[in-house]
């Protein structure tokens, strides 16, 4: 795949298309089966609760991959993205309503650099709390 957004396109400030990706205890479940990540934390609530957590939480790897969707989404290519990285601010609260929780993601273009290269800041709120800080990417476009 190749980058779909040319260089000469886009400017400081450019904001992308939000994303929001619902978060479920199943979704949970489906995460932790893929990644190996079987802490209690995620899919146990009396656990989660016994050590000091309001409810069962996301994995930190997987909000962090929610959140760079919308990147890879805007540019085309998963591939243009060569570097990423967060921290994680606040945990992803989980209840088991039925309707779970919601990562809302807004980014926009922070700096031009050379080669090409942009890079991106995002923003992750769950809840009304931001979820990652300093979450930023280098993409490069077309």
Do not use: C
């Given at each position: 795949?190749?980058?779909?957004?040319?260089?000469?396109?886009?400017?400081?400030?450019?904001?992308?298309?939000?994303?929001?990706?619902?978060?479920?205890?199943?979704?949970?479940?489906?995460?932790?089966?893929?990644?190996?990540?079987?802490?209690?934390i995620?899919?146990?609530?009396?656990?989660?609760?016994?050590?000091?957590?309001?409810?069962?939480?996301?994995?930190?790897?997987?909000?962090?991959?929610?959140a760079?969707?919308?990147?890879?989404?805007?540019?085309?290519?998963?591939?243009?993205?060569?570097?990423?990285?967060?921290?994680?601010?606040?945990?992803?609260?989980?209840?088991?309503?039925?309707?779970?929780?919601?990562?809302?993601?807004?980014?926009?273009?922070?700096?031009?650099?050379?080669?090409?290269?942009?890079?991106?800041?995002?923003?992750?709120?769950?809840?009304?709390?931001?979820?990652?800080?300093?979450?930023?990417?280098?993409?490069?476009?077309?």
């Amino acid at each position: 795949m190749i980058a779909q957004i040319k260089y000469a396109d886009v400017e400081v400030g450019t904001e992308l298309p939000a994303g929001s990706f619902p978060v479920t205890r199943a979704t949970l479940v489906r995460y932790a089966g893929a990644s190996g990540d079987f802490n209690p934390i995620h899919w146990n609530e009396k656990f989660a609760k016994e050590v000091g957590l309001p409810d069962v939480i996301a994995h930190g790897m997987f909000t962090m991959a929610e959140a760079i969707r919308v990147v890879t989404d805007w540019v085309g290519d998963p591939g243009a993205v060569v570097e990423y990285g967060v921290r994680f601010t606040k945990p992803v609260v989980v209840p088991n309503d039925g309707a779970g929780a919601l990562i809302e993601v807004t980014a926009k273009v922070a700096a031009k650099l050379d080669d090409n290269r942009v890079r991106v800041d995002l923003t992750a709120m769950s809840a009304g709390q931001k979820v990652l800080g300093m979450s930023r990417a280098l993409v490069t476009l077309a």
